[in-house]
């Protein structure tokens, strides 16, 4: 099964318009952080915005915010005002703490291409 | 500028060639990753470096072959590939492996196409 479920391969998004993007994930483990990335057509991955588990608040970082849903287990991002520059492909992604205290690399979601019309 | 640099950017081998690909960060992290990006796929993690030390090698053929000299450099060697290897191979880094917020800070990546 899939740890990561990004259910929309692609996206239209008028400029100026609010987007949401749907990130839901898999985990039996109580600890766990949750990832949004930005790929632009350069390549380069993107550090955009986190959230941890047990925070109580739903992360933000300029116009990027996290809809954590814990019980839904779900993450989406919202981007408000969008602009041109923020057509990419957006990857969720998860990093999990075993029980011996370690983490792993992140696992990630099959992404979501948005494209910022004018 | 990212502080991650992978070269080279772009590579083309033959499926008998031998070819290597270097990662170098320079943010003073510990953790060092490869990843490998194919079309309509997810981020494959490849293998795991935390103090040099490898921690993760998640089933990769043989073929692909890491080395991490010290925390600051990370290689991917590469023989007798095969075409369904093509992909884009991103290396990344963090500050360790201690908890759930270590983000990764990724390189530009190397395209790889194999003939």
């Known amino acids: 099964a899939q740890k990561i479920t990004q259910t929309q391969p692609g996206m239209f998004v008028q400029e100026k318009e609010a987007v949401t993007l749907d990130c839901t994930y898999d985990?039996?483990?109580?600890?766990?952080?949750l990832f949004w990335y930005k790929q632009p057509s350069s390549g380069e991955m993107i550090f955009l915005i986190y959230?941890?588990?047990?925070?109580?608040q739903n992360a933000t970082e300029g116009r990027y915010s996290l809809n954590f849903q814990k019980a839904r287990k779900s993450a989406n991002l919202v981007i408000s005002a969008s602009q041109l520059g923020d057509s990419a492909m957006y990857f969720c992604a998860m990093r999990e703490v075993y029980s011996g205290g370690g983490a792993d690399g992140l696992t990630f979601g099959k992404g979501t291409h948005l494209i910022i019309q004018p | 500028e990212t502080g991650v640099t992978q070269t080279p950017r772009h590579l083309v081998m033959g499926m008998t060639n031998k070819k290597s690909l270097k990662c170098e960060q320079h943010?003073?992290?510990?953790?060092m990753y490869w990843y490998k990006q194919s079309a309509k796929k997810p981020l494959e993690l490849m293998f795991v470096y935390n103090f040099k030390e490898q921690t993760e090698n998640n089933s990769v053929p043989s073929r692909f072959s890491p080395e991490c000299p010290n925390s600051s450099h990370l290689f991917l060697h590469l023989h007798t590939l095969q075409p369904e290897d093509s992909a884009l191979y991103l290396c990344a880094s963090s500050q360790d492996l201690s908890g759930t917020n270590e983000k990764l800070f990724f390189g530009s990546g190397t395209q790889l196409s194999v003939l």
């Open positions: 943010l003073g992290h510990n953790a």
């Open positions: 985990t039996s483990d109580p600890s766990y952080g």
């Open positions: 959230q941890g588990s047990y925070d109580q």
